[in-house]
């Protein structure tokens, strides 16, 4: 008989699903949700769905009865999907899901829902986002927090791997590789936060009853420029095209500068300390 636990994924495809779904797996009796790519769910039990359809969201989590679930799936910008839809209308119906079988939910959100003009932010400051994906996060975080106020919503950055490139890095590759040169900013100031402590940190979130906004990123703060050449020069593509630096403040309004975000309640709080990108590298060179 298997006396796991139940757990649901959603996003079971996307980058940060991928990871989860492994360690995750050593632990509950895993589904994973996909929107399109469900070859890309490698283990656990793959389950399509569309998170636009409320029915479909709601009799999901009725069926699997899930103790816990990790709400990772998101529209992102430039994806041609409706992000307000998906991203906060589609939260909502997760979270009338966990609250009717009583689930542990735990959401992923972004440092996006802030301005970028207050740094550093604290945990529980409210979202004052410039753009459309920061306006559909903190929709989504507004309406968890309505249905299901004992809801962890875990606020993090930039996402990266030294397995697997991250999507914005291979977006970058993407870019070099048309002969373009690609312009880096130097004004913009996030906590890229390895994917390992991501998903340690998920993990440990089923397990707590904490509720409401938790920061979850890498110590170390670094510009976009920086972490975009340390994330090239890694997987040794800093040579295949023109890098210049440039300022996103010169390019857009809607791009926010400094979303440096304060992590000592999330370190507290799950017993962990959140390495910075230069201490994950050095522990990859050593580990190669």
Do not use: C
């Not at 459309?132 to 791997?161: F, H, N, Q, W």
């Not at 070099?176 to 390992?196: C, H, K, M, S």
């Amino acid at each position: 008989m298997n006396s796991k636990r139940t757990l649901l994924i959603t996003g079971g495809s996307g980058y940060l699903g991928r990871h989860l779904i492994v360690p995750a797996a050593r632990l509950f009796t895993v589904y994973a949700t996909y929107r399109t790519h469900g070859n890309e769910i490698k283990t656990g039990y793959p389950v399509q769905l569309d998170l636009t359809d409320r029915a479909a969201v709601l009799n999901l989590i009725s069926d699997l009865a899930p103790q816990a679930i990790i709400h990772t799936a998101a529209a992102n910008p430039g994806a041609g999907q409706d992000m307000m839809a998906i991203n906060a209308t589609g939260a909502r119906y997760v979270a009338e899901g966990a609250v009717e079988v009583g689930a542990r939910l735990i959401h992923v959100s972004s440092d996006v829902v802030h301005g970028g003009d207050r740094a550093p932010y604290d945990d529980d400051v409210l979202p004052s986002p410039l753009n459309e994906y920061g306006r559909s996060k903190a929709a989504a975080e507004a309406a968890i927090a309505e249905v299901d106020p004992g809801a962890a919503i875990v606020r993090t950055s930039l996402i990266y791997g030294l397995e697997e490139m991250d999507r914005g890095t291979e977006s970058f590759v993407q870019h070099l590789a048309t002969g373009e040169p690609l312009v880096l900013f130097n004004d913009v100031i996030r906590q890229p936060v390895w994917v390992e402590t991501m998903v340690l940190a998920l993990l440990k979130l089923t397990n707590l009853e904490f509720g409401g906004t938790l920061n979850v990123a890498g110590r170390q703060t670094l510009t976009r420029e920086e972490f975009g050449r340390r994330m090239l020069a890694w997987w040794q593509l800093d040579q295949i095209g023109e890098l210049r630096s440039g300022r996103a403040a010169d390019v857009s309004a809607t791009i926010p500068l400094d979303l440096r975000l304060s992590v000592a309640r999330a370190e507290s709080l799950l017993k962990m300390t959140f390495p910075g990108v230069d201490d994950v590298l050095a522990r990859g060179r050593k580990n190669k």
